[in-house]
């Protein structure tokens, strides 16, 4: 259905399961209106997926704005029902892929929002959780699962095979790891680490801080290198937990890659609270905002999920 209306609208009057009423529904519903949105609008010699063709088919504008330079925070805006989406013509050419593809995905909780709904969905259609759903849905939109699966067949998981997927499908590294996570939690599980303080520690105001650096290894507070991010698959979840802001040894493969600015590959053993093993790592170190972080790929060994899966068999068997 095109119109001011958006995608989302035309996709829930036509879905045959109808409107979602748990979780599982809700990604289902989710994983439809994807279908739908490459369906209708013709995509073929994929990859990469060619939004202007959903915009054209939907009778929607992609409109560039700056956002950073107008310090909004934000990096897109849904204006579906004035037949555009806004996305921040300073990012990146995979950022911005990303975000019009994020926009596309709140056009079906729009159309959610316009509906009742139990409230055991609410934190996913109007609370915080909505942007998680979105990100996850703009994945599988830009890299659709099945034409995902061939890639990581031929090229396996990894993130030197995420970077040559990536650039066929026209996404960021982190959004095709993160991707590779979510259609292999398994065999995968992402940390972003970075040097910093515990919570706990006094911090300084903004006019101190050179005064703490200098005062570091003196007996104050040292930064140590900590969890800043996780995404550890959903299959893993079940198994293992990783506090924020968790500090690694200093002498592991993923301090020495942030250290030394090199990427390192290796098997460690590592206590991370509820991670406790040992697993093949890789550890690459990349900058945001002109600080060093390190992007940090764990393996998981087949025998990790052992015990989840003849608990399942128990289950079905009885």
Same mark, same amino acid.
């Given at each position: 259905?095109?119109?001011?209306?958006?995608?989302?609208?035309?996709?829930?009057?036509?879905?045959?399961?109808?409107?979602?009423?748990?979780?599982?529904?809700?990604?289902?519903?989710?994983?439809?209106?994807?279908?739908?949105?490459?369906?209708?609008?013709?995509?073929?010699?994929?990859? +990469?997926?060619?939004?202007?063709?959903?915009?054209?088919?939907?009778?929607?504008?992609?409109?560039?704005?700056?956002?950073?330079?107008?310090?909004?925070?934000?990096?897109?805006?849904?204006?579906?029902?004035?037949?555009?989406?806004?996305?921040?013509?300073?990012?990146?050419?995979?950022?911005?892929?990303?975000?019009?593809?994020?926009?596309?995905?709140?056009?079906?909780?729009?159309?959610?929002?316009?509906?009742?709904?139990?409230?055991?969905?609410?934190?996913?259609?109007?609370?915080?959780?909505?942007?998680?759903?979105?990100?996850?849905?703009?994945?599988?939109?830009?890299?659709?699962?099945?034409?995902?699966?061939?890639?990581?067949?031929?090229?396996?998981?990894?993130?030197?095979?995420?970077?040559?997927?990536?650039?066929?499908?026209?996404?960021?590294?982190?959004?095709?790891?993160?991707?590779?996570?979510?259609?292999? +939690?398994?065999?995968?599980?992402?940390?972003?680490?970075?040097?910093?303080?515990?919570?706990?520690?006094?911090?300084?105001?903004?006019?101190?801080?050179?005064?703490?650096?200098?005062?570091?290894?003196?007996?104050?507070?040292?930064?140590?290198?900590?969890?800043?991010?996780?995404?550890?698959?959903?299959?893993?979840?079940?198994?293992?937990?990783? +506090?924020?802001?968790?500090?690694?040894?200093?002498?592991?493969?993923?301090?020495?890659?942030?250290?030394?600015?090199?990427?390192?590959?290796?098997?460690?053993?590592?206590?991370?609270?509820?991670?406790?093993?040992?697993?093949?790592?890789?550890?690459?170190?990349?900058?945001?905002?002109?600080?060093?972080?390190?992007?940090?790929?764990?393996?998981? +060994?087949?025998?990790?999920?052992?015990?989840?899966?003849?608990?399942?068999?128990?289950?079905?068997?009885?």
């Amino acid at each position: 259905m095109k119109g001011p209306e958006g995608p989302g609208y035309g996709f829930i009057q036509q879905y045959e399961h109808g409107l979602p009423e748990t979780r599982k529904e809700l990604s289902r519903c989710v994983g439809a209106y994807v279908e739908f949105l490459l369906e209708e609008s013709g995509q073929e010699d994929l990859p +990469p997926v060619d939004l202007d063709a959903i915009f054209d088919h939907f009778s929607l504008q992609a409109m560039e704005g700056n956002f950073k330079e107008a310090s909004l925070g934000i990096e897109g805006a849904n204006l579906a029902e004035m037949g555009m989406i806004v996305f921040d013509s300073s990012d990146i050419q995979t950022r911005q892929r990303f975000t019009q593809a994020h926009e596309l995905l709140e056009c079906l909780i729009v159309a959610l929002e316009g509906n009742r709904y139990p409230s055991s969905l609410e934190s996913y259609i109007e609370g915080k959780k909505k942007e998680r759903l979105c990100n996850w849905g703009a994945g599988r939109l830009l890299m659709p699962e099945d034409l995902f699966h061939e890639f990581v067949c031929e090229y396996g998981i990894g993130i030197n095979a995420a970077e040559t997927i990536a650039r066929a499908f026209q996404t960021s590294r982190l959004a095709t790891l993160r991707h590779m996570v979510n259609c292999y +939690p398994k065999r995968c599980g992402l940390i972003i680490w970075k040097r910093a303080h515990k919570p706990t520690d006094s911090v300084p105001s903004p006019n101190q801080r050179e005064l703490w650096d200098d005062l570091e290894g003196t007996g104050g507070p040292e930064k140590e290198v900590r969890v800043q991010w996780q995404d550890l698959g959903r299959k893993a979840r079940r198994e293992v937990y990783v +506090p924020d802001n968790k500090s690694i040894d200093s002498d592991s493969l993923i301090a020495r890659a942030l250290e030394a600015e090199e990427a390192e590959v290796g098997r460690e053993r590592v206590d991370l609270g509820g991670l406790t093993g040992e697993f093949k790592i890789e550890a690459v170190p990349f900058s945001t905002e002109d600080e060093p972080h390190v992007l940090s790929l764990f393996h998981w +060994p087949s025998k990790m999920f052992a015990a989840q899966e003849a608990q399942s068999d128990f289950y079905e068997a009885h």
